[in-house]
């Protein structure tokens, strides 16, 4: 039985699955983003250092992220996302 098509009974077991959802839901956008921005500066021909990627891929601020993928299109270094 799937977890998504399964009516949940309790409102305990609703709220906890919902709050699930949403946690995972987050969690996907976040590395989206950072996956984007990566792609992004990949894109403008920019060699991105493990260190970069890993400092990219484990912000989990949305409102950083977001602004990494703006600052991305006009950075001249992978490095300048970080001043």
């Known amino acids: 039985m799937s977890v998504g098509t399964y009516n949940w009974q309790s409102d305990f077991a609703r709220k906890y699955v919902g709050i699930g959802r949403e946690e995972g839901r987050e969690e996907g956008l976040e590395e989206g983003l950072a996956q984007g921005v990566v ?41 300048e996302l970080f001043d």
């Open 39 to 79: 792609l992004f500066l990949t894109a403008r021909g920019f060699e991105v250092s493990d260190r970069t990627r890993q400092r990219i891929e484990s912000c989990d601020d949305l409102d950083t992220l977001r602004t990494r993928v703006h600052r991305s299109a006009k950075v001249d270094s992978p490095e």
